[in-house]
């Protein structure tokens, strides 16, 4: 079973690629979706994070409100870190649990971990040797990813905010063994997707089979 981490700067068009390995076959993880369950009610990182923050990040009916959350964390690094030393170890482990019965189920070749967050911390990077061994970048230039997302509704300046908050290109292309280059249309998108899952699947059996 390989395990792909799929990461891209906002708007880059991680969540499409990430769509189209699910359509040809790969089991698609949203990582994302794993950091908001676990502080929701009776998640994993819940209590760790109320004692961390304090009161003032729960809503009305005593929950976690993320909003509240993001608002302190933003442009504060070391709230940011502290954060994430609670959430981070919570999402790895719940991944950890996720990867192993998907080993144990023996049906899925390749896993994708959808993630946005993969260069700038050790998410995803288990001590069980479960974690990604293979990562694909989805790139765009910054004035491409722009009208993406104030089409998706974000202002100019919040869309700018979150990219320089990000990774960059660099430090992302680092680390990847593929490089899709979202610059074009859908259409390219997905064959480009095409043409890595093709090497993930193809190129290096014995590794995909694991
Ligand atoms: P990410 O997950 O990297 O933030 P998405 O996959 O959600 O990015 O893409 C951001 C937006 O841009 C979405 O509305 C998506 O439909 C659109 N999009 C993605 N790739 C393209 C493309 N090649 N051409 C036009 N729009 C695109």
Redesign the pocket.
Known sequence: MLVVGLT????????????RFGELGAVVIDVDAIGREVLAPGGRAEQGVIDAFGPEILDDHGRIDRAKVAAQVFGRPDRLAALEAVSHPAINAELDRRLQRLAEEGQAQVVVL?M?VLAESRLGQLESGRGYTCVVV?E?AEH??LP??I??GLTAEQARARMASQATDGQRRALADHVIV????????VADVDRVWAALTEGSPARARG
């Open positions: 891209g700067g906002i708007g880059a068009g991680k969540s499409t690629a990430a769509g959808d946005a989805v765009a491409i990813r993406r997302l089409e998706r979202n610059d074009g249309s859908p259409q390219e998108l």
